[in-house]
């Protein structure tokens, strides 16, 4: 106890803020290692299964024990104050954690371009959207309660509830009742390049990943199409383009 208390006495209100925001990303890291070594054991499939019975237990208990901590309710397991924001403001927190979302995307890449050069970047790219496309298709089926084949209607909403979709500008055109268009209008990315004067990022490699595995995971009977995507030559109206389809 008392060795406690000198400890409590050296450390500066700072360094405890700093140590709460390392331990919520130790936190996170921690449920991601679970994941991988679980999926490593028993297979992506068995470790999604397993990490949805994890993350709604855990869930509980975090918001629980920090409701308490900083003295917010709980209602049907969602924080009191989300639940009272103004609309405006609910989307707003949305598109930032969107936006940060994908600087961290942008800052993993930079860390390993600027140390192992492009082609490493680029690989382990395309490699960990081989992970969080399924990933991310699992979570949004969770989250809108879409059958197991979801079908093209279910690919349709849940393109609408990607980490993407509320920081880009994009647009779905239904072909024939099992085949859609879906185009990038509008991509931060390759405007932010746009805007400096920059040629498009060559992303088809990862698209066709990103893309495939997404709607695979929606339906394993959706076929995807890659229209076109930087390095090929696009309209202004698109930077990408793809048709997902049910044979």
Sequence with gaps: MEQKETIEQE??????????????????????LWFKEVEHQMGFERALEIMGTAYDKSRGIQLKRLGKLLGFDLIDGIPEPL???????????????????????????QAVESQYGMLDA??????CWAWFSPF???????LLNLPEQAGIEGLKKALQYRMYAKINIQSIIDERPNS??????DCRVQSARKSKGMDDYPCKSA?????????????????????????????????CAWRFFIE
């Design 83 to 109: 639940l009272n924001m103004p609309k405006e403001k609910l989307e707003a927190l949305i598109e930032g954690l969107g936006i940060n979302w994908l600087a961290g995307d942008g800052v993993w890449f």
């Design 11 to 32: 450390t500066s209100q700072r360094e405890l803020a700093e140590m709460a925001i390392d331990m919520f990303h130790r936190t996170v890291m921690h449920h991601v």
């Design 180 to 185: 859609i268009l879906f185009q990038m209008n």
């Design 207 to 239: 698209g066709m990943v990103e893309y495939t595995n997404f709607a695979r995971a929606i339906d394993s009977r959706i076929k995807t199409e890659c229209i076109g995507c930087p390095p090929d030559n696009h309209p202004e109206e698109w930077f």
């Design 122 to 127: 680029k690989r382990c790219n395309d490699s």
């Design 136 to 142: 991310e298709a699992w979570s949004i089926k969770r």
